[in-house]
């Protein structure tokens, strides 16, 4: 028996054991499975994320909250009495013109939507937005929100198709019947355009009617408006700037993540490969160097030590940070350009002095998706496009109401929105409506 474990104290695997590069192999491999087990559960809602689980990245969390807020204002202002105190509207001189195109749709969303919308304002916020509610069925009796007493107690203005031509009428109704979306959504798109022409607002937002908004939003709205601006003037001041921006075709308050993963233009993913074999070699460079500078490090530092460090702790890290996903890593923030990328036409803010134009293309083109026109319009004029981040309202719709196959109404789906906390969003709100800009906006409304 003494022997036997004589004999086993002289094999190799003792020494191994003893060995450091084996307890770094070890430590290396229980730190890696600890952030694989934090990055499934931190990041899983992120759809270009190697963690990514849509079992539940679609249940509704904020916006069902929301949801329950909007109806229960829809719900109180639909059952008052004719000779109740009336609701807070707009004032003479709106800021935002916000147009609601809705259409008859197996499910109603236009109350939660339009309740998400109101929940929350400040009376000045609410003076300084026109509510404009379009019902673009050619027959609004069919839609369940037509003749609603909410509709007219809360909206500055409610439209359908009365102010336009027989023959224009019929030919809707034509593009109704044979299901032809692609004109008929560019017609119903420039008709709320125009109808916000009508009113002195200096912003129109066009939102569609299957949207849940976040509290704070105008607020969220008038801050990003208000750095653009400030971001334009500077550049304005500066005449030795030759890269001045063009102009601004729209701020986007909805944009998804499904459209913004590693693509050929980033750097780190265009040369993944160097990034893993830079980073290896930058290691192994510095540890040598840290060995042969101090040798109290030999014990510790030996050359297999620092293999298993540049060769596979390193770039297993590495490789767990690509998983993640590219939004999850950099999330944005704040206004943030979005010339490429930006999906779809849930909640799109567009200066005054940008729509003629803009109507003038829509009538040219006449048909197609509204959403592809409107960016191959900025791309040939050079517009520049914004988008608020993080996003101001969700798209709930997964069902769409023109025939648009499920997978892609799916992944039009804002998914880190349902991460938002109501008392977080609520504080936010109260700071930014005493912020210096927020104010400056608002109390021209007095």
């Known amino acids: 028996m003494r022997a036997l474990q004589t004999a086993l104290k002289s094999l190799p695997v003792r020494k191994l054991r003893r060995s450091s590069a084996i307890n770094v192999l070890l430590a290396s491999v229980l730190l890696w499975l600890i952030a694989y087990a934090y990055c499934r559960v ?9 963690f990514f689980n849509d079992r539940h990245v679609y249940e509704w969390r ?9 109806r229960r204002l829809i719900t109180t202002h639909n059952t008052l009495s004719d000779n109740s105190p009336t609701y807070t509207k707009a004032g003479s001189d709106p800021l935002v013109c916000a147009s609601f195109l809705t259409v008859r749709r197996d499910e109603d969303y236009l109350e939660a939507s339009v309740g998400s919308l109101l929940e929350g304002l400040d009376p000045l916020e609410r003076r ?15 839609h369940p929100g037509w003749g609603q007493k909410w509709v007219h107690r809360l909206a500055d203005h409610v439209g359908s198709y ?7 009428f019929r030919h809707l109704q ?19 355009l125009e ?7 200096r912003y129109f937002a066009m939102f569609e009617d299957d949207i849940i908004l976040a509290d704070g939003w ?44 590693w693509t050929s233009s980033d750097f780190a993913y265009r040369n993944m490969g160097w990034v893993f074999v830079g980073a290896s070699s930058l290691l192994l460079a510095a540890l040598l160097t840290i060995r042969r500078s101090y040798p109290i490090t030999h014990t510790y530092l030996d050359n297999p030590t620092i293999g298993v460090l540049s060769c596979i702790s390193l770039p297993a890290l590495i490789a767990l940070i690509y998983m993640v996903g590219k939004y999850s890593l950099m999330p944005l923030s704040g206004v943030v350009e979005m010339n490429a990328h930006g999906c779809c036409t849930q909640g799109l803010i567009f200066p005054r002095d940008q729509v003629d134009a803009l109507i003038a293309h829509l009538t040219e083109v006449k048909a197609g998706q509204t959403d592809s026109i409107i960016e191959e319009y900025a791309d040939a004029t050079r517009l520049t496009r914004y988008a608020l981040a993080p996003q101001q309202l969700q798209h709930v719709g997964l069902k769409s109401s023109r025939d648009n ?17 109501p008392e977080v969003l609520r504080r936010e709100h109260e700071a930014l409506l005493r912020d210096g800009d927020v104010r400056r906006f608002l109390d021209e409304q007095r």
């Open 42 to 50: 931190r990041f899983w809602r992120d759809p270009h994320s190697a």
């Open 62 to 70: 904020y916006s069902l909250y929301r949801e329950h807020q909007g």
């Open 128 to 142: 300084a937005l026109f509510l404009n509610i379009i019902f673009v069925d050619t027959d609004p009796t069919l």
């Open 162 to 168: 009365r102010n336009i031509s027989i023959e224009q």
């Open 174 to 192: 034509e593009l109704e019947k044979a299901r032809n979306f692609y004109e008929k959504g560019v017609f119903d798109y420039i008709h709320a």
């Open 195 to 201: 109808a916000c022409m009508t009113t002195n607002a």
């Open 218 to 261: 105008m607020a969220q709205t008038l801050k990003g408006l208000s750095d653009i601006a400030r971001e334009r003037q500077t550049q304005q001041g500066n005449n030795n700037n030759n890269n001045n921006k063009n102009p601004w075709l729209y701020l986007r308050l909805f944009f998804t993540e499904t459209a913004l993963s």
């Open 405 to 421: 196959l499920e997978i892609n109404t799916r992944s039009t789906w804002a998914f880190w929105f349902e991460e938002n906390k």
